[in-house]
RNA sequence: GGAGAGGUGGCCGAGUGGUUGAAGGCGGCAGACUCGAAAUCUGUUGUGGGGGUAACUCCACCGGGGGUUCAAAUCCCUCCCUCUCCGCCA
């Protein structure tokens, strides 16, 4: 949520801001309620003044034995005329803000211009042979196959047990999903710094407005039918509300934490994209990184989580690239954000593992997470980041694309290794049940 | 699911419907005392919003929302949360 002020007073800019999110802002009808609201407000102040005055008055009279019949019967008429203005006040401030919140962040000036994601730039790119994309003497299969081979994702059978993208970990599959989880955790736990929290999976609506998911982006959630509740589609969502409505003493800052939790997405909309295999689906498995930061330290802090997620993948060694998005591929509450892509050899293409945001104070004025400055006496909303680190599903989909043998084994990564039992790779089991199309 | 108790300032805790933004205590800050510190004493100490160059002033806020009343922390309704007992349950 943008600032009331803000908006206010420095309209055109705001309004500019917006314009290279590729979106025209109308604020007519903002700017009108904001009149309105405030000339409410000055009425409403002046009468409920009067009111306090007379009442107190009336206090006193009574306390002496005086008669004050008067008053009461003039004081009966303007109660009426305060209830009144006070829900006019209300139902405007209430229009006011649900406009306030459909508005998305501003680009931060370092964003590069741009209207689709054609427009990213990209930073650098790294990969295990120094900058060089793999190489194989063979035709890299897509992950689905690989899986489907090794019998380690079953999609089939997870359609029939619930539907369309999702999918059944077996065998070293799962075990595969949980050694990243705890391999990534601890990474950045014990090298990065972070405190692991696991949150509830399922929020309320005014944790989803904090973070700019409610009210506008309804249609891409699962909401729970018996409560008022949503299925959250990233740990950003309950781990940033930790501390909604909450004053940080400003030596507690920078927060770090990090999650691992299951996601859920409608995916509405993205009909007959990526309907094989892992890259999409309604449910799956992520590691966040969430800060909560001094507003001089937010972009400090941004390349430092864009670095923590980057160093799992190196760890892993996966061949990615850094790109900064544009100002019209931007997402609704980012200031700025990065998006590390891995490199999948049998799509021969980068494809988006992790997305390292600086949301500003956008979250925070929505989430009233402040903070207070050692010297000054006023408290300020702090500034909120957070990325992946990282995805869980698209890392094994990376895995078995980069690592795949021609045997049709799967080389495990080292570091992978003491969470697998000391397994080197994932091969073929002898005993299966066979999968439902043969 | 049933029965009950409760939600007040950073914390604890008082509050007969009428100078209560809220006693008292703790904590914090400033000052005095001290070489310094502790102890002690004095003062000060919520948030948001409106108006004013400023001194200052006004309005709102005692879990959320609604109501009764000239006037609500105090009465009523409703929702949320916490706790205790019983039941059920991983």
């Not at 990243?180 to 309320?204: K, R």
């Not at 989803?208 to 990233?234: H, S």
């Amino acid at each position: 949520m943008l600032d009331l002020k803000l908006v206010r007073e420095h309209t055109e800019q705001v309004r500019a801001a917006i314009r290279r999110r590729g979106a025209e802002l109308d604020l007519r009808e903002f700017l009108a309620l904001d009149e309105k609201r405030r000339s409410t407000q000055q009425e409403l102040e002046a009468l409920r003044r009067k009111r306090n005055e007379v009442s107190e008055e009336i206090g006193r009279l009574k306390k002496a034995g005086k008669p004050a019949e008067d008053k009461v019967a003039e004081m009966r008429a303007e109660g009426d005329a305060i209830t009144a203005l006070e829900n006019a006040g209300r139902e405007t401030e209430e229009a006011q803000r649900n406009i306030l919140l459909m508005i998305p962040n501003l680009p931060h000036a370092s964003v590069p211009d741009g209207k689709d994601e054609a427009d990213n730039v990209e930073i650098r790119r790294w990969s295990p042979q120094g900058g060089e994309l793999p190489k194989f003497s063979f035709e890299p299969k897509p992950h689905w196959d690989i899986a489907a081979y090794l019998d380690i994702i079953d999609f089939d059978r997870a359609a029939k047990i619930t539907g369309a993208r999702f999918a059944l970990y077996k065998g070293m599959g799962a075990r595969l999903e949980r050694a990243l989880i705890n391999f990534m955790l601890d990474l950045h736990t014990t090298e990065h710094g972070y405190l692991e929290v696991l949150p509830p999976f399922m929020v309320n609506r005014d944790s989803m407005i904090t973070t700019g998911n409610l009210p506008k982006f309804e249609e891409d959630l699962f909401k729970v039918e018996n409560g008022a509740y949503y299925l959250i589609p990233t740990a950003e969502v309950p781990v940033t509300n930790i501390f909604r409505d909450e004053v940080l003493p400003e030596e507690s800052l920078p927060v770090l934490y990090t999650a691992y939790t299951p996601c859920f997405r409608r995916e509405a909309g993205s009909y007959g994209k990526d309907t094989r295999g892992l890259i999409r689906q309604h449910q799956f498995n992520k590691v966040e990184l969430v800060k909560f930061a001094k507003p001089e330290d937010s972009y400090d802090e941004l390349e430092k989580l864009t670095r923590n997620a980057e160093e799992a993948l190196r760890r892993l060694g996966l061949a990615y690239r850094v790109i900064a998005l544009c100002a019209g591929d931007l997402g609704f509450s980012a200031a700025k954000t990065y998006d590390i892509e891995v490199w999948l050899p049998a799509q021969n293409k980068y494809r988006e593992i992790s997305s390292c945001s600086n949301f500003e104070d956008f979250q925070a004025r929505r989430g009233n997470i402040r903070y207070k400055p050692k010297g000054g006496k006023k408290t300020e909303f702090l500034h909120t980041l957070n990325g992946s680190g990282l995805a869980v599903g698209r890392a094994v989909v990376a895995i078995l694309e980069n690592f795949q043998q021609p045997d049709g084994s799967v080389v495990i990564p080292e570091v992978l290794r003491p969470y697998m039992g000391g397994a080197e790779r994932i091969v073929r089991r002898a005993s299966r049940v066979e999968s439902l199309k043969s």
